[in-house]
């Protein structure tokens, strides 16, 4: 059982901070400490848990940067978020491919990612504390709403979302929470502990990677490169094989569910949602394989992702299928997720 070092039995929030120009939000209790980062995408880019001295968020070496502030000589580009990704937990909306959707140009998982959001701290008392923050796209007319609540006896974040069409006609929608996990945390390796039914990896991935693209498979059970059966919840630990791979996990039914754990340790993160919207669960991992731009061969992170569809190169075919979330005018979509220390 987690068991905080000093306790007080009360929450405490605050906006008195900044980072590099970017409004800081802070949500604290004895378990945790929690970094949301209002002046760029709603980031919770810090979730360290006290007892352990721990953050599970990814941290890249090239750290958090001010999209205000450094930008490159091409501003427009269709992998804009790889120059600003750290690392965290991102907002995905309102796509993830770059296409042009109805004559609206859309870069690599969206918009809000990279822009300030409104809030206001909605509630502030020792028992909880919570924070509403929201935004709207400039190119795609919905409103994103959240809020995140912790309270004093538990070490977890509660997230309740909105997301509303406040245009006249019908929208395809992508949305994902983009969350990834590093170093220290999992050093010595891990496993993934879900509810998922199927797994099936992402054939745009290039070598070299783990597992062989395009067929599906009963999860945990994955067919590797060398033509072995594997077992896709184990996690090498870092200094293993390089590799990059992308899987999506389905079949969760109303709740999805995982836990990623260091066995080694006995330490785990678990994420719960609402897994009618976010049918999909996106298992990303870039362990030193990639040697050319974005990473340059020194990212190592796991990203585990809950996203309403899969990701395919020809968005615009997918939509006609009726892969993505499709709103009608005026229509709203309901969701809630779960992060907790796992023990």
Known sequence: MLQPAFPTGRCSISDDWAYKGMKVIRMENDFLRIGILAGRGSDIFEFYCKPLGLDFMLRLSKGILNPQQHFSQLRDTPNQMEDYYYGGWQEALPNSPTFRYRGASLGQHGEVWMIPWKYAIVEDKPGRVAVKLWARPLRVPVLIEKTLSISADE???????????????????????????????????????????????????????RFVPGIETEWPRAKNVNGQWDDASYIPPEWDTPYSDLAYLSGFGDEGCYTIRNEEKNIGFKVSWDARVFRYLWCWQERYATQDSPWWGSAYAIGLEPWTSRWRPDAEKAIEEGEWLRLQPNELREVRLTAAVSL
């Open 155 to 209: 070490p977890a974040l509660h997230i309740e979302e909105q997301l509303t069409n406040e245009s006249r006609t019908p929208l395809d929608i992508m949305w994902g929470h983009h969350i990834a996990f590093g170093l220290p945390f999992l050093r010595e390796g891990g496993r993934l502990i879900t509810n998922a039914k199927n797994m099936m990896a992402e054939p745009a991935i290039q070598a070299p990677r």
